[in-house]
């Protein structure tokens, strides 16, 4: 990676302040020039001259300081920064960025800056589950801040959870990484997501694992990609950006019907739902009762949404995935070809890392001439990296 950005660091208060001083001397050894701005709070936990060492330009953390306005006020620094990446961001400062509060510099500049914003949070794990917090951020999200982390494990006050900032290193990597705005500018992508809802009778259905997470993150990265984004989701606990026009069904025909009636005008589809297979052939009116020692349910294929986009007369640039527990290679190249996709997205599942509801995944990811190994990483970084992908692939095929 050779760099020549702009970097402005914002510090909030939290244990994890200390781990932003490694952010500092990691954005430095890549070549980047970085000011470090700090909240009171901050300040607390890590002495702004440490950052001033890292960073070689004094701190500022005061928003009505004269003496720092003069050197450089803080519009001037908005205007200087190439990048703003708010790391670790405390739940206070994330609901002050996200409800266009200024009371503080850092805030200030939140609003003032107008260059890509990275937000890393880090606060206990129920402060981050907290209802308000998961809306605060995906206010953010549909504002187009980019969100890293945060990372399960120990926290400093003895709870286990989300919570903890991401590591330096990956927040590093993530800021410098090729960027993934406007790589799908202007283009309407259609995305599934999320398990189907089988129904048995009134009380039981047949479904799967799936979370949402990866649908939900893809369409979050093409969003932030620029694309006019529908999202077709089933049973799922996840909020919905407002930034993406979504759609909630239950079962496979109510997704096969709600896509169907999209995908002509879209230019791109990605089908990571988890769609059943096989559907109840009748559905009772009543609950089963318990009777005999065995019991027989039979079942009917549902339609496939995923072949029936691709052999639409206007049909996108269609995207599967492949959800496998063994020979992965083989089977996503047959789905590939019998499909008739332009490209396929194999994950593992049932296996202890990535795949369905982990937060981590891993794609091996192929197309007709190609293929490219996507290693396991956060899904909301694994979906930016895969958007790339698409838009580059889809660029390919639109050119040639
Ligand atoms: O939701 P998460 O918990 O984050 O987990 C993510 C995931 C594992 C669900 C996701 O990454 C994934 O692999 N999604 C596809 C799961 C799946 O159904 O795979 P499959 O190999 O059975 O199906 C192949 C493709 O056909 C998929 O694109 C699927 O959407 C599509 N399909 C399948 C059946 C059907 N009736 N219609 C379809 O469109």
């Known amino acids: 990676m050779t760099i020549n950005k702009h970097i402005l660091v914002g510090v909030s208060g939290g244990i994890a302040a200390y781990k932003s001083a490694e952010l500092v001397r990691l954005l430095r050894k890549q070549g980047a020039e970085v000011r470090v701005v700090m909240t009171e709070a901050a300040t607390q936990f890590v002495r702004p001259l440490t950052f001033q060492a890292l960073s070689g330009h004094s701190v500022q953390f005061e928003l009505l300081n004269a003496e720092a306005e003069n050197a450089m006020s803080h519009i001037s620094l908005a205007r200087w920064a190439d990048v703003f990446v708010i790391a670790p961001a405390s739940a206070n400062t994330i609901a002050k960025c996200s409800h266009g509060l200024a009371d503080d510099l850092l805030s200030t500049l939140y609003l003032a800056v107008d260059c890509p914003v990275y937000i890393a949070p880090a606060m206990n794990q129920a402060m981050w589950h907290k209802a308000v917090t998961q809306e605060n951020i995906a206010k953010l999200k549909a504002h187009g801040v980019i969100i890293i982390g945060p990372e399960q494990g120990d926290q400093a006050c003895g709870d286990t959870g989300f919570g903890r900032m991401s590591e330096p290193v990956a927040i590093c990597e993530r800021i410098l990484a090729k960027p993934v705005e406007q790589c799908l500018q202007g283009l309407r992508v259609l995305i599934s997501a999320g398990p189907t809802r089988e129904p048995l009778d009134p009380v039981r259905y047949i479904t799967n694992r799936s979370s949402g997470k990866m649908g939900y993150a893809l369409a979050n990265a093409a969003v932030q990609a620029g694309a006019k984004v529908t999202l077709v989701s089933g049973p799922v606990t996840l909020v919905v950006p407002a930034a993406i026009d979504a759609y909630q069904v239950e079962t496979a025909a109510q997704m096969f019907e709600t896509v169907m009636a999209k995908a002509s005008d879209c230019d791109i589809y990605i089908g990571a739902a988890a769609v059943a297979d096989y559907t109840p052939i009748t559905v009772q009116a009543q609950k089963i009762k318990k009777q005999a020692q065995q019991s027989t349910i039979i079942l009917q294929k549902t339609q496939d949404i995923l072949a029936t986009v691709a052999k639409l007369d206007k049909r996108p640039f269609t995207v599967g995935f ?21 490209m396929i997205a194999a994950n593992w599942v049932g296996r202890e890392q990535g795949g369905f509801d982990s937060n981590e995944n891993a794609l091996q990811v192929f197309w007709q001439t190609g293929q490219k190994t996507l290693e396991m990483m956060n899904k909301t970084q694994l979906a930016e990296q895969f958007i790339l992908l698409c838009a580059e692939r889809f660029n390919e095929k639109n050119t040639t």
Do not use: G, R, V
């Open 322 to 342: 492949a959800a496998e527990t063994n020979n992965l290679e083989s089977y996503a190249l047959h789905k590939l070809h019998e499909k008739n996709l332009d």
